[in-house]
């Protein structure tokens, strides 16, 4: 079945530079995408839902970006703050298995100020 | 504050016990999800609903687990027997279609000891 890959599991940045946090998936027929942020204790926030027919996808402060040919998924976070400090999760759903979605393990981002 | 209501916002159970939460969708979606996050933030998939009927469900929940999603009552996810590795947090999510992005709850914690 789908297998979604998100790398890095801890990444630390400084406030204003860009943190870029990366997600490979198996099957070549996925076609919903979608980046979550988790804050400590709190629920799953969706922060954009992306069609595979999309390659780049604008958000407020970050880029979301569908490469087809290679499978990946990534989110960019183009000028990060200290609030971006939270847990990012890639989910795919699964062409072949519509019901549900593959979440990635995540990301915990750390933004220093 | 999530559209998605989840009670209890934790819960303990000694080993054997059973656990029960709830999950209030949002209105208006009849599709229901509920995936366990470890402590290592993996998620897993364990069964969702559309209106009243089961959809899909992994094998752990078709053995363990008691679930439903009645007709203007609380869907509910139910432990029969609580293992120390159901220690976790429960997350429900709603959708208007299988398609769609979902909305999280907040989640049940809970700790089996």
């Known amino acids: 079945g789908e297998q979604v890959e998100q790398r890095p599991p801890h990444l630390s940045v400084r406030e204003g530079d860009s943190a870029v946090i990366t997600c490979t998936y198996t099957?070549?027929?996925?076609?919903?995408f979608f980046w979550y942020k988790q804050e400590p204790g709190a629920s799953l926030q969706l922060l954009m839902k992306?069609?595979?027919?999309?390659e780049i996808n604008e958000g407020q402060g970050f880029t979301v970006l569908l490469n087809k040919k290679d499978k990946r998924l990534s989110l960019n976070l183009t000028a990060a703050h200290p609030g971006d400090s939270a847990a990012y999760f890639c989910?795919?759903?699964?062409?072949?298995?519509?019901?549900?979605?593959?979440f990635g393990k995540g990301t915990h981002l750390h933004v220093l100020p | 504050n999530s559209k998605v209501i989840q009670t209890p916002r934790y819960l303990v159970k000694g080993q054997g016990q059973k656990a029960k939460m709830r999950c209030i969708p949002e209105k208006g979606h009849p599709v229901v999800f509920w995936y366990q996050q470890n402590k290592n933030n993996e998620f897993k998939f364990l069964i969702n609903f559309q209106n009243q009927e089961v959809l899909q469900q992994i094998d752990m929940t078709e053995k363990r687990f008691s679930a439903e999603c009645p007709s203007n009552s609380p869907c509910s996810l139910e432990i029969q027997s609580s293992e120390a590795g159901d220690s976790a947090l429960y997350l429900c999510a709603s959708s208007l279609r299988q398609d769609s992005d979902y909305t999280f709850g907040s989640g049940t914690r809970l700790l089996v000891i």
């Open positions: 992306v069609f595979s027919s999309t």
């Open positions: 989910a795919v759903s699964a062409a072949t298995n519509a019901y549900k979605v593959i």
């Open positions: 099957d070549p027929n996925s076609y919903y």
